[in-house]
C-alpha cells in the first residue's frame, strides 16, 4: 500500500486512493460501507488489474481508511462527489464501476452521473435502498429523529454505526421503485446465504435497470462478503469478460 495517493477536494480535504495507469477500460472499485482500499476484493481487482495493463482506480471515502473527514458525517451524495472528483482527475477512458454491498448503491449514482463514460457496472451484494428494506419503522423514527444506530457488527468487535445524515440522504435518493436510466452492461453476484442483504435484492435491481444486458449470477453457499478465493475467482472472470467484451 505504499503507493497511496491523495486527491485534495474543495475545502481541503485529502482523499486517498491508489491508481494504476493502464488501458480501457478503467476499473473503479466501491467499497462498502465503512469497508475502504486495503480490502481482499478490492486489492485482489487491483493488483489483477495492474498485472495485465488494466487501469483500476481504488478509493477511501472521506472517514474511512486513510482519507480524512468524520465518518459520521459521510453520505452517499458526498462520497459521490469523490469518486467523481477522481475519476475526472485521473481517467478519460471508459470506466467499469464496481460496487460492494453499500458501494453497489453508490456505482449506480456514479454511473447515472458518468453518462457515457460509463462501460458497465459489476455489483457485489449490493444493497441498493437500504436505508428503507434494511431498518424497521421503529428505527426510521429514531433516525428522523436525529439519533444514531448502532448494530450488532459481525465483522469487528465494534458495533456498526448508521448516522441521521447518511439516513436521509439516502431516503432522498432511492432506486428500486421506478426506473433506473442506465443501459450499460450489468453483472450482479449475490449470495444465497447472505444474511445481510437478501438475493432477491439483485433481482430486484435487474428489473429496475433500464439496460437489457443484465446478468444475475447466484452462488448458492456464498455469504454476504463473498471475498473467498472461489468468490474472488469469479469476481475477476466476469470483470475480465466483460472487460473483453467492450473492446
Not at 167 to 174: C, E, I, P, R, V
Not at 181 to 207: E, K
Request: hydrophobic fraction near 45%; charged fraction near 20%; charge should be negative.
Amino acid at each position: 500500500m505504499s503507493d497511496i495517493q491523495f486527491h485534495v477536494m474543495p475545502g481541503g480535504k485529502r482523499i486517498a486512493y491508489r491508481y494504476a495507469h493502464g488501458s480501457g477500460p478503467a476499473l473503479v472499485f466501491l467499497p462498502g460501507y465503512m469497508s475502504d482500499m486495503a480490502g481482499g476484493k478490492a486489492t485482489a481487482v487491483f493488483e489483477w488489474a495492474r498485472a495485465r495493463g488494466q487501469a483500476c482506480l481504488l478509493l477511501d471515502y472521506s472517514g474511512c481508511g486513510a482519507s480524512e473527514g468524520d465518518f459520521a458525517d459521510g453520505t452517499l451524495s458526498l462520497w459521490r462527489e469523490e469518486v467523481l472528483a477522481l475519476v475526472d482527475a485521473l481517467i478519460e477512458v471508459p470506466v467499469i464501476v464496481i460496487g460492494s454491498s453499500m458501494g453497489g448503491w453508490l456505482m449506480l449514482a456514479v454511473g447515472q452521473t458518468l453518462g457515457g463514460q460509463l462501460a458497465g457496472l459489476v455489483g457485489l451484494a449490493p444493497a441498493p435502498d437500504f436505508t428503507d428494506w434494511g431498518r424497521s419503522d421503529a428505527d426510521k423514527a429514531q433516525l428522523l429523529a436525529g439519533e444514531t444506530i448502532y448494530d450488532e457488527n459481525p465483522y469487528g468487535p465494534d458495533p456498526t454505526p448508521l448516522h441521521p445524515g447518511f439516513f436521509s440522504d439516502g431516503q432522498a435518493q432511492l432506486l428500486l421503485g421506478g426506473e433506473i436510466p442506465i443501459t450499460a452492461p450489468a453483472r450482479l453476484i449475490h449470495g444465497q446465504r447472505d444474511p445481510d442483504v437478501s438475493w432477491d435484492i439483485s433481482l430486484r435491481l435487474a428489473a429496475a435497470l433500464r439496460s437489457d444486458d443484465v446478468q444475475v449470477t447466484l452462488v448458492k453457499d456464498g455469504d454476504h462478503r463473498l471475498s473467498r478465493e472461489q468468490d474472488i475467482a469469479l469476481l475477476l472472470r466476469t470483470v475480465d469478460a466483460l472487460s473483453k467484451g467492450l473492446v
